[in-house]
């Protein structure tokens, strides 16, 4: 199927927020901090009309990307499991790196597993949620995909 031209004036230049539905906005915002890095912006909490805040708003290093984090705890465990996003890093050495840093900050991860194509981690948010990170370097037929592995059933 071809694909058609996009003109200029329609074209999405990125992607601006991601929203999870957390069950703890204060459990959530520790984990995106200690993982990922992201980095609180207080004046973009939300709050409700009793000045209560439902949702915390982290700027992403190296995405450009907004997190919103959520009060929605019925939605949160609807999504446990799901890979909600997968992200990509260089090579498999970063994945060895980034095994370090969830060892060093007590997060719970699948270690390194080889996929049909490259290499993968996949990682668990505190609402049993999955965010994978791929390795762009990929790698032969010489090393068969564990397709069967736990962390890649969902």
Known sequence: MATAAVDDALRIDSLRTLKFA??????????????????RLPQADHRDADGNIYAYVCQMPGLGTLLDLRLLPTHAAAARKMDVISLAVESRDNLEAWVK?????????????PT???????????????????????HGPEIPGDMQNPWLQN
């Open 116 to 138: 049909r194509l490259s290499f993968c981690v996949v990682i668990e948010d505190p609402d049993g949620r999955y965010i994978k990170l791929f390795a762009r370097q990929g």
């Open 101 to 113: 840093h969830l060892d060093a900050v007590g997060a719970r991860h699948s270690g390194i597993i």
């Open 22 to 39: 957390v069950s703890d906005c204060d459990k959530s915002l520790d984990f995106y901090e200690k993982v990922f890095f992201a980095q």
